[in-house]
C-alpha cells in the first residue's frame, strides 16, 4: 500500500458537477490527498492551493482561466478538448478528456503528491528518461520528468505539447531543429495533424514560462530553417 503522506499544496476542484466532485473527492480519499470542491472562481482563489482541478464543460470557469493571471498547476477536465482554444490549453499542465479511467485520474493525483506508485509503465519510462543541458550563460535545464522542467533553482510545470517541443531542443542543443521535426514532436502528443501550423503557438508558450521569468532569451529563431535553443 503507498505511503499516504499529505500533500502540502492541497488541490481545489472548481466544478459545478455533482457526479465529476463526487469521482474526484472519492480518489482523492483513497490517496489520502486534500480536496476542497468549490463552485466559483473567487472560491477557488480564496483556498490558496497551488494545484487547480477545472471543469472547462462550465463556460464561466473557462471565461475566468481565459483571464487568469497566475503561477498555478492547473488540471483541466473536459468532454471535447478540440472545443477549447490553443491558448486555453496553453494555460494547463494537464487536459483529461472525459470520460477517463480512474487508473488515469490516479495518476496524475499522485504525481502530485510525489508517490509513483500509481503510475504506469509508460509514464515511468518517461519518467526514468531525464534529458538536460547547461547553457552558456550557466542554466541548466532538464527534463525531469514527463512534464517537470528544471530550470535552475525553479521547478517549472509544462502541458504535454510544451514538454515534447522543450525535450526536442534539449536533446539538440546548439543545433538547428526544423519545423518539420518540431511539428512532428507535436504529433506525437496525439492531438495535432500533420499539417498543424501551431509551432509558433507552443513555443510562445514555452518562452512565456521558461524566458520571462529568467530574464534571458533561450530560443531563438533561424528564419527559414527553424529553432535553435542556445
Known sequence: MAD???????????????????LISTEAHELALPLTVVRSWPEAMQQHAKTLLLDLDDQAVRDALATADGA???IGICRDAAALSDDLTGRLSVLIERPFSTAKLREILSERSGHTI??????????????????????????ADATTLLCGDMRIRLTIKEAALMRLLIEHRGEIVSRKALSEALQSTGRESADSNKTEVYLCFLRRKI????????????????????
Not at 504506469?120 to 532538464?142: C, I, P
Not at 524566458?211 to 535553443?229: Q, S
Open 72 to 74: 498555478w498547476d492547473m
Open 211 to 230: 524566458e520571462h521569468p529568467l530574464g534571458l532569451r533561450l530560443i531563438t529563431t533561424v528564419r527559414g530553417r527553424g529553432y535553435r535553443l542556445e
Open 4 to 22: 499516504k503522506t499529505a500533500l502540502t499544496a492541497p488541490l481545489c476542484l472548481l466544478t459545478n458537477d455533482g457526479s465529476l466532485a463526487h
Open 118 to 143: 500509481f503510475l504506469t509503465q509508460d509514464t515511468e519510462a518517461k519518467s526514468a528518461s531525464r534529458v538536460d543541458t547547461t547553457m552558456a550563460d550557466g542554466v541548466s535545464l532538464t527534463m
